[in-house]
């Protein structure tokens, strides 16, 4: 939101106050009228001068029916309307004055009122020309008094006097008050202003958040919600006042059974039926009795497969340790065994032994190089990738480092992606992915062993590709543990290549994960958060 323009803001109109002067203007004429027919004050209202007395309180009165029409017209505009009430109220009371016998008769505090209202309406910038205005009003009755009969006296222009001072310091206490209403004002709109900015910034960093947020008040009804929220619930939108139990009725439920409780640990819940397990936190907002709570969820799911990560993390860090200082000791194995076989005397029934020792030794050497390797990987140097053309490419040297025809290894898209990612990470992702997928692809001559989908489930999707054979399948119970370190169904085989394959992928802001297929084999699926679209 913009500061501008709160530094030296423009009075708002006060309508409401010209209103309420108009209302005491009319009230005040009604009883000036009054008060002789009912046979009190002819001594002091209109007692010098009554027929001028009448004429001139008949004229306020018109004016306060008069400014009825302005005032809810708002025409004119509200500066002008308050400068011409206040004053003809001044002049008209001035008259009213005169005719009542002067200064003396203790109606001159009328205009010090006069003076006080157009002050405080016009914010205190018209307050001196109103004091001004009455001051000269008030002595100039005594002088007119004075050509017109003859008796004014010296009591009359002390009290003239007295009443302009008193309108002078009626008006600087006014603009005083103005001035302090006026920065009361400013400062409750940059208050406002203030918090205005602070809830739309709580609102982006709620929304922002991974975690679902859901704030109820005493009576279970949602106050915000977030878009991680409103997708753990399945829901598009929802309306501010909701009933929490309209939304979960699980989640409701539980919230109700822990209220009261002083502390409340983590517990696994869904909120739908068919919804994922959850964890659900619960924290009280304030400690007054009609306080709301805050719950936060969170994918039970996704936060064990970060632990997870997390073990394997350590995991590798160790085991890229203990790779390093196995290195020398196995290269001394397999020279060793090299001599071994080279030295003469040998015999027969000793001789394959120092074949098995560096068979081994290459495996446990393999196993080495590829821990070291995820040790030093270098970082991501991501390029924009067309990738239909880029696999070709690809899987035309795979093709002939692996004897393999076109039509057994075919590529199928129905989308052109551009993705953003290191060619040689994503090459070494496919390789190891591609080798898995031969390993385990049936032998038969000239069926497919693997094939390459591109597609996305609609436009603005990320594009997504899968390898996917024909082969047997992952049994059940490895499906899970496929993309830990060292876990492999072959015994020939390291448990490194799906892991590095995923790190990799992570690395490029990509996903990996493995897919089962019901008529058979298995599927990879690798999809690129980073991508640019031209549908076909």
């Known amino acids: 939101m913009n500061l501008a323009g709160l530094d030296n803001p423009r009075p708002q109109p006060n309508w ?27 001594d002091l209202l209109g007692s010098t001068r009554p027929t001028l ?27 002008i309307q308050v400068v011409g009430q206040v004053l003809a109220d001044i002049g008209l009371i001035t008259v009213l004055l005169h005719s009542s016998g002067g200064a003396t008769t203790g109606l001159g505090t009328l205009l010090v009122v006069a003076v006080a209202e157009g002050a405080l309406l016009s914010a205190g910038r018209m307050a001196l020309l109103f004091a001004a205005f ?5 002595l100039a009755e005594p002088v007119l008094r004075q050509l017109i009969e003859g008796n004014s006296t010296a009591a009359s222009y002390t009290q003239a006097g007295l009443l302009g001072a008193a309108c002078f310091a009626t008006a600087l206490l006014a603009q005083t008050l103005a001035r302090r209403m006026r920065e009361s004002a400013e400062l409750a709109a940059r208050r406002g202003l203030d918090l205005a900015n602070l809830t739309e910034l709580n609102q982006f960093i709620v929304q922002q958040l991974r975690a679902g947020i859901i704030a109820v008040d005493n009576d279970c009804k949602v106050r915000l919600m977030n878009n991680a929220a409103k997708a753990m619930l ?50 009280r907002l304030g400690e007054s009795p009609n306080a709301g709570t805050l719950i936060m969820l969170e994918d039970a799911g996704e936060l064990s497969a970060q632990v997870q990560r997390q073990k394997l993390a350590s995991l590798g860090q160790l085991t890229a340790s203990i790779a390093h200082e196995i290195r020398n000791p196995l290269g001394a194995i397999s020279h060793a065994a090299q001599l071994l076989l080279e030295a003469p005397g040998t015999p027969p029934e000793l001789e394959r032994l120092p074949g098995i ?6 495996r446990v050497n393999k196993v080495v190089e590829t821990i070291l390797q995820l040790a030093r990987r270098e970082a991501s140097r991501p390029v924009e990738l067309a990738l239909g053309p880029w696999l070709n490419a ?51 001559h000239g069926e497919i062993r693997f094939e390459m989908h591109i597609h996305r489930e609609h436009p603005d999707a990320e594009c997504r590709l899968e390898i996917i054979d024909h082969g047997p399948g992952v049994r059940q119970e490895h499906a899970t543990r496929l993309f830990e370190p060292f876990f492999t169904s072959r015994t020939t085989g390291t448990g490194l290549g799906l892991y590095l394959a995923r790190e990799l992928s992570e690395l490029n802001n990509a996903s990996l994960e493995y897919l089962s297929r ?9 999809t690129f958060l980073q991508t640019r679209t031209d549908r076909i």
């Open 394 to 444: 690809f899987l035309e040297d795979y093709r002939i480092i692996h004897n393999l025809k076109a039509e057994q290894t075919p590529l199928v898209t129905d989308t052109e992606c551009t993705v953003c990612l290191d060619p040689q990470h994503l090459r070494q992702i496919l390789t190891n992915l591609c080798d898995n997928a031969l390993i385990h692809a049936p032998p038969t």
């Open 134 to 138: 009455a001051s000269l009003g008030a």
């Open 53 to 79: 007395f009448y004429w001139t309180l008949m004229s306020y009165l018109g004016l306060g029916v008069l400014s009825i029409l302005t005032i809810r017209a708002r025409i004119p505009a509200y500066e």
């Open 16 to 42: 409401r106050g010209l209103w309420l002067l108009n209302l005491y203007r009319l009230a005040l004429g009604t009883i000036w009228l009054l008060l002789p027919l009912l046979g009190w004050g002819q």
């Open 234 to 283: 399945g829901l598009r939108d929802y309306l501010e006042e909701t009933p929490l139990e309209a939304l979960s009725t699980n989640l409701a439920t539980y919230l109700q059974s822990r209220r009261g409780l002083q502390k409340v640990q983590p517990a696994s819940l869904r909120l739908t039926n068919e919804g994922p397990e959850l964890l659900v936190r619960l924290r």
């Open 518 to 526: 019901e008529q058979g084999g298995s599927c990879f699926r690798l």
């Open 357 to 362: 020792i560096h068979k081994q030794s290459a």
